[in-house]
């Protein structure tokens, strides 16, 4: 992982404020990234659902349905 070491060279090059920083930064651009993911699976099991592939029930309901 060449670009990584690069980039975390490039970092102790910072100021402790810059560095701080961007960590802030990075962390909000990971926290939004994770948040389309789970959009995204949202929308796709929506889907599912609508489409029939999926159905609702209780925690014993799949448990059955998964001994099957």
Same mark, same amino acid.
């Given at each position: 992982?060449?670009?990584?070491?690069? &980039?975390? =060279?490039?970092?102790?090059? %910072?100021?402790?404020?810059?560095?701080?920083? *961007? $960590? +802030?930064?990075?962390?909000?651009?990971? &926290?939004? =990234?994770?948040?389309?993911? %789970?959009?995204?699976?949202?929308?796709?099991? *929506? $889907? +599912?659902?609508?489409?029939?592939?999926?159905?609702?029930?209780?925690?014993?309901?799949?448990?059955?349905?998964?001994?099957?």
């Amino acid at each position: 992982e060449p670009i990584v070491e690069e &980039i975390l =060279e490039e970092d102790e090059k %910072l100021s402790f404020e810059d560095q701080v920083v *961007l $960590s +802030e930064i990075l962390r909000k651009r990971l &926290i939004e =990234e994770k948040r389309k993911m %789970l959009v995204q699976t949202v929308y796709e099991g *929506l $889907s +599912e659902y609508k489409s029939g592939k999926t159905g609702k029930g209780s925690v014993a309901d799949f448990l059955k349905d998964i001994e099957d």
